[in-house]
């Protein structure tokens, strides 16, 4: 039997009528009528009374059984359909965003290139949210921002990279390249709490009784935000190169810097065959990621 023939079956008897099923489907009233003509003609059966100038039908008995056979044929096509796409090389991959948006795209775009059957599903999620997809199975491969020790996960560095300052690109902000946190007003700060090292280096320098002016929950948001001559980010190297490039932006290294950013690399133990070969081709292009950007060794 024909799913289009099915289809067109199934429709008729939704909407009672010819036209609305036409309708339905994108098709024409003759289209449906000769799916529905060719279904009869293979089972043998007549299915739908015809009777002129009666615009609803009706099923002859026959129909009415053969509702339930039609709809079962459907479900287990969809099954069989779906089967043979869990089949195929897949992966699931999950990030915290900063890391998803300024420097997995470019392991993505490459296994796009050269690996066209391999589907990818990607999450962004944050470091807690993505230690838990994990552990449900429901993603591959993480990449987060905190150690946790959980039974069954892997857990190892994948990249560690400086945080600088981010300004705009103005001249009495470009003349100055190295700058120490003494020197930054922490009234003109744009702050995000990176990770929890990070934190207490912050702490050192600024009281932490006194709230920034301005804090973000989502650390690229500061882009946007940053907006007169005088406020300043801390940001990881990534987002600041990426930034700068636009010549919006300009970067300050920093005296007695804050630790690096360590994102960490997380697996299950006991990943199922397929999985693990896409996660060799994975593992493969995130190699060039460290030839690609030299600061993240």
């Known amino acids: 039997m024909n799913i289009d023939d099915i289809q067109a079956f199934l429709a008729v008897?939704?909407?009672?009528?010819l036209t609305k099923a036409a309708e339905t489907l994108n098709l024409s009233q003759s289209s449906v009528s000769h799916r529905l003509k060719n279904l009869e003609q293979e089972l043998g059966l007549v299915l739908v009374e015809r009777k002129k100038g009666i615009k609803t039908i009706s099923l002859t008995p026959a129909g009415e059984d053969f509702i339930l056979v039609a709809e079962k044929w459907i479900h287990l096509l969809l099954e069989t359909q779906s089967l043979k796409s869990r089949t195929s090389l897949s992966l699931a991959i999950g990030s915290v965003d900063s890391v998803n948006t300024y420097l997995l795209p470019n392991i993505y775009q490459q296994i796009i290139n050269k690996h066209p059957t391999l589907r990818l599903h990607i999450y962004t999620k944050s470091s807690i949210?993505?230690?838990?997809?994990?552990?449900?199975?429901?993603?591959?491969?993480?990449?987060v921002l905190q150690e946790r020790l959980i039974k069954n996960i892997e857990l190892a560095p994948f990249f560690a990279e400086p945080m600088v300052v981010l300004r705009l690109a103005l001249p009495e902000n470009q003349s100055v390249q190295i700058i120490h946190p003494q020197q930054l007003n922490p009234g003109d700060e744009l702050y995000h709490d990176w990770f929890p090292t990070y934190q207490i280096w912050h702490n050192k320098w600024w009281d932490p009784l006194i709230p920034p002016h301005i804090q973000v929950s989502n650390g690229p948001m500061v882009l946007p935000l940053l907006r007169t001559p005088h406020q300043w980010a801390i940001v990881p190297l990534s987002i600041a190169l990426s930034a700068a490039a636009t010549?919006?932006?300009?970067?300050?290294?920093?005296i007695d810097p804050p630790p690096e950013r360590i994102c960490y690399k997380v697996t299950h133990k006991f990943a199922k065959s397929s999985t693990k070969e896409a996660l060799a081709i994975f593992e493969s292009f995130a190699t060039e990621l460290h030839k690609q950007f030299d600061y993240l060794n």
């Open 13 to 17: 008897v939704a909407n009672q009528s």
């Open 247 to 254: 010549h919006k932006y300009t970067i300050q290294k920093l």
């Open 129 to 143: 949210e993505l230690y838990d997809l994990l552990e449900q199975r429901i993603i591959d491969i993480a990449f």
